[in-house]
């Protein structure tokens, strides 16, 4: 998509990024149970992706307009692993055109190293989209490795891991 960028959220997109979480976790809202609180939002700490090190939030434009997000940080379920990929989303006017895949692939190339893309065990849309991605990405260099049915604290649900510290995109 030649009209995508892909840049590091400054402070100024913080409110539409925010903005952007409520419609992303709406979205999910059958398979993610979580409710509204009294503000009527879902609420999100958010801060966190503005000041520290390993915390990075991206926004997503086409034509100059918001497209999605997305946050990453170091919040990893595996210890052999540095990078988690929060939470990565495309506004559904987007979806299906591509932005996704080549919006995935800017947020990646931009933090290199050991990563961990989880989906919910219900969100089986999300799981086959990221099979696709990691696997033109990584060239079929990605793990998969089910917590469905484990009784696991770590995650609950599918975890994708590869390592791009040396990936040349």
């Not at 960028?5 to 903005?19: E, Y």
């Not at 033109?136 to 260099?141: E, H, I």
């Not at 484990?150 to 791009?164: E, I, M, P, S, V």
């Amino acid at each position: 998509m030649n009209d995508l960028q892909v840049l590091p959220a400054t402070p100024d997109d913080r409110v539409p990024v925010a903005r952007m979480l409520e419609l992303y976790q709406h979205d999910l809202s059958d398979v993610w149970d979580q409710d509204l609180d009294l503000h009527g939002e879902y609420g999100y700490a958010l801060d966190r992706y503005w000041g520290r090190p390993a915390h990075h939030a991206f926004v997503f434009r086409v034509a100059g307009r918001y497209a999605g997000f997305a946050l990453v940080d170091d919040a990893v379920r595996l210890p052999e692993n540095q990078i988690w990929l929060a939470q990565f989303f495309v506004i559904k006017k987007y979806r299906g055109r591509g932005v996704g895949r080549a919006a995935a692939r800017a947020v990646f190339d931009a933090v290199r190293g050991r990563w961990e893309v989880g989906q919910m065990p219900m969100n089986v849309a999300a799981q086959a989209f990221w099979r696709r991605v990691l696997g033109a990405y990584t060239d079929g260099r990605f793990t998969e490795r089910d917590f469905r049915d484990l009784h696991d604290d770590r995650w609950h649900g599918l975890l994708h891991c590869f390592d791009n510290s040396v990936h040349e995109g």
